[in-house]
Structure formats: structure tokens, C-alpha cells
């Protein structure tokens, strides 16, 4: 079992950081080099001005990351499924995910870009976690419809 679970870890980690390009990801890193505490405040008012909301989709953007990371381990871990597969999949998602919000952001001006991005690619983790949730509902089970990871729609 560990042998199936030593590719899983960190592995969204390392997609993100490595994905597309060798150069680093600038929506990974707090906005603005906020600190923690900057960070703590802008939450508590998300409204409050153009870098508390962006600080707060950046946020909602890492926090997805996490609930995608931990759908992605939970379906590798199944004894059925192809982890070389699924991995490679998984790779090919976050190098669109990364593309297509880069495009978006590339298309808007100032710090509006930014917010745009984040959502951008919460949009796509939220969908992507409730598809490898749904695909691992329905293994070993008699699903109505197959799922199918690239089509799903919620």
C-alpha cells in the first residue's frame, strides 16, 4: 500500500510548481508578498479594497488546491486505478487549468487580472475535485452513467 501512495504525495505540489514552464508560479505565492498577518486581516474584510479581495479568491484558491490534492489522493489510492494514468491526467489538467487562466489574466488590466486568475483556476480545482469525487463514488458501484473525468458536469 505505501508503494501505491509514495507517487501521491506532494504530487500537486509538484504539479503546480512544475507544470508548463521551468520558470516559478506567481498566483502561488501570497499577493502583494502579503505576510500572514496581512493576510489574516484581509479576510476578515474581503470587500474592503482591491488587495483584500484579491488576497481573500487567492486564498480560496489555495484552499481548493487542498481539497483537489486530497479527491486526487483518494482516488490513487484505490487499488483499481492507474496511478501512471490518473497522474498523467492530473498534469494535463493543471497545465490547461494554468494555461487558460493565464489567458484570461493576460486580458485584463491592473490588479483586476489577478482576482480574475484565481477565481479563474477555483473554478476549475472546484470542478475538478467534485469530478474525481464522483469517480470515486461510482467505483465498484453500479453507477447510472459512467464518469468520466473531462466531461463531468456537476
Known amino acids: 500500500m505505501l508503494g501505491r501512495l509514495l507517487p501521491i504525495c506532494g504530487l500537486l ?10 520558470e516559478e508560479d506567481p498566483l502561488l505565492e501570497p499577493p502583494y ?10 479576510l476578515l474584510d474581503c470587500q474592503h479594497n482591491e488587495i483584500a479581495n484579491n488576497i481573500c479568491a487567492w486564498r480560496a484558491f489555495m484552499d481548493s488546491g487542498q481539497a483537489l490534492d486530497k479527491s486526487y489522493a483518494a482516488l490513487a489510492s ?19 487549468r494554468n494555461a487558460a487562466c493565464d489567458f484570461d489574466m ?15 483556476r477555483l473554478s476549475y480545482n472546484e470542478r475538478r475535485t467534485a ?9 465498484g458501484q453500479d453507477c447510472e452513467l ?9
Open 78 to 96: 484505490v487499488e483499481n486505478v492507474d496511478v501512471e494514468s490518473l497522474k498523467k491526467a492530473q498534469l494535463a489538467f493543471i497545465s490547461f
Open 131 to 139: 469530478a474525481l469525487n464522483a469517480y470515486l463514488s461510482c467505483l
Open 13 to 22: 505540489t509538484f504539479i503546480l510548481a512544475s507544470v508548463a514552464s521551468a
Open 106 to 120: 493576460k486580458n485584463m488590466d491592473g490588479s483586476m487580472g489577478w482576482g480574475v486568475a484565481y477565481r479563474c
Open 146 to 154: 459512467p464518469v468520466l473525468l473531462y466531461t463531468f458536469d456537476r
Open 33 to 42: 508578498g502579503a505576510t500572514e498577518a496581512e493576510i489574516e486581516e484581509a
